[in-house]
């Protein structure tokens, strides 16, 4: 569901978002700025949607095991912010709990 969902809705708007950094149909950069945040803004409530559906499956925690998953996600998280260049939606309380809820899973 998680990789449906990021196919169909996340990558077009970040392919939309990235088309308009540079401009698009002869409008230049700064015509679109604006717009351009917000579908920025989007992209992030679709990305935490994302990290909805991921917690969705997760048990609460429990073990010391679980403590090393979930630093484990937190860590994987950082790293797809900062490669995303999104590292505001780390800082979010629904994007914290659904790592929490990530971090706590069995596996």
């Known amino acids: ?3 449906e969902w990021r196919s169909q809705v996340v990558a077009p708007l970040r392919s939309v978002r ?3 950094k540079t401009g698009l149909g ?3 950069p700064d015509h679109v700025h604006a717009l351009r945040e917000q579908v920025k803004s989007i992209e992030l409530m679709a990305e935490r949607k994302a990290f909805e559906l991921l917690a969705q499956a997760a048990e609460p925690p429990g073990s010391a095991a679980l403590v090393q998953c979930s630093e484990v996600v937190h860590e994987v998280a950082r790293w797809y912010s900062q490669a995303t260049r999104a590292p505001s939606v780390l800082a979010e ?15």
């Open 93 to 107: 309380q629904d994007t914290q709990e659904a790592l929490l809820r990530l971090g706590s899973l069995r596996v």
């Open 1 to 3: 569901a998680v990789r």
């Open 26 to 28: 002869g409008f230049a």
């Open 18 to 20: 990235r088309a308009l």
